[in-house]
């Protein structure tokens, strides 16, 4: 089989979808239109039925009841409503919020804006492997603490946050624990039980569902977690999220998980399979460096620093053929590299040189060789014509130069 | 962002890379920007010492795409020029050359200072005295 080109390796930006999602997705554009807050008629009562089922799917996939499950337009809007929901409607009881650095900025954007409202909130540092430390965790907590909000798979790096642990310090000082799991559900398993999870956001193009539909998944029982709209109107979704339902992009939503709950188990295998191999093939390059904790990390994703090549210089040799992400934000006005990979301690030197590979359903083998070779191929490349480089091998330290910083 | 043809080419088939014997006295070096800011240019020029001519220039680029275009193009430019001809050389020529975008300007500034420097270096050598030139901003 010829190999097609371009190559998508940027599955944590967002994924294909599937094309089982969009036939089961279909027929609720045009044929079944209804809006599912109808009551009162077929119409109504086929977009209800239809709803009420991904509902299942969704609850389903994560362990959860499918009462405990509300759709947003997706994890930007549910971690909003997390985060700030919880904020206000827990005020009485204190107005303290503990996250970490590594977060994504829905999260860190949402922790701003309840510091503007009076709120305080702990940013955690992480480890250079981008694990937040449990002791810093608990010592973090004050008797003004609501709230604990870590992720659970970071979207840079992959690093898997110790949920469990996280979520055993929340319960032993009664505070609430929020985790952002995008990345991480519909890749491997989360149980909301098992993990003592109260709250969690996900959406459905991560896992090969459509855009604009998502799910804050609220916990009803030990404790029963309440959530004050931040979305005033009909009063859909238990009274935390007005709006009409988007009944497409939930059928969409919900046949994705039900896909992932069956071939979770195998994609993953599969992936970190390739992934290691890609790994290991670029980690026979001189001076290149896996960025986070390799052990406790997505199936799926790889974040690799070539030292002495800039990574956007470093895709442009090969982004005709091969897209995915560089945490050198170079074409960003403000130029500052990724703030993840500054949080795990590295340089803005290595920062600048780092590339993210998101592996998905559809990456095949020989997507991998060719990317490997490509990658290999564009780092001795540059590398010839990088002064870094040349200075590195005559053992000069960079350190030692004085810099025209501009 | 797309890029023009003519970065594209840069970038592809840079033009004079390399390293010239910075020992020497008719070769000036100019080192600029920061591994920290995601890009450092060397740029180095040799000057013929019977013409006054700039007979070679090489370059080294740690940066983007628009950063290695710009300073091929700048040696391009800098080989058969004089001294006081390259210090003509200005960062808006090149932005128009290879069409950079407004968030890669920067990048042409600091083949600029890489000019300015080499030539810079190459007077200090030579016994002249060092140019001040008013620092654009970046």
Known sequence: MKLELPIYLDNNATTPMDPRVLEAMLPYFVEKFGNAASRNHSFGWVAEEAVDYAREQVAKLINADSKEIIFTSGATEANNLALKGVFEMYASKGNHIITCTTEHKAVLDACKHIEKQGGQVTYLEVQPDGLIDLAQLEAAITDKTILIAIMYGNNEIGVVQPIREISSIARKHGVLFFTDGTQAVGKIPVDVLADGIDLMSFSGHKMYGPKGVGVLYVRRKNPRVKVTSQMDGGGHERGMRSGTLNVPGIVGLGKACEICMHEMESEAKRLSTMRDRLENSLMELEEAYVNGNRAHRLPHTTNISFKYVEGEGLMMGFNKNIALSSGSACTSASLEPSYVLKALGLGDDLAHSSLRFGLGRYTTDEQIDFTIDAIKNTVLKLREMSPLWEMHKEGIDLNSIEWAHH | ?138
């Open chain 2, 1 to 138: 962002m797309a890029y023009s043809e003519k970065l594209i080419d840069h970038y592809s088939n840079p033009k004079n890379v390399g390293t010239l014997d910075k020992a020497k006295t008719n070769v000036g070096t100019g080192l600029v920007g920061a591994p920290e800011c995601g890009d450092v240019m060397r740029l180095q020029i040799e000057v013929d010492e019977v013409s006054g001519m700039i007979s070679d220039a090489k370059f080294k680029t740690f940066g983007c795409g628009s950063a290695i275009a710009s300073s091929s193009l700048a040696t391009e430019w800098l080989k058969g020029k004089s001294i006081d001809e390259a210090l003509l050389i200005d960062n808006m020529d090149i932005v128009e050359e290879l069409n950079l975008p407004p968030v890669k300007i920067h990048c042409s500034v600091l083949a600029e200072d890489a000019i300015k420097a080499a030539i810079n270096d190459y007077r200090v050598k030579n016994g002249l005295p060092e140019m001040v030139s008013e620092k654009k901003a970046h």
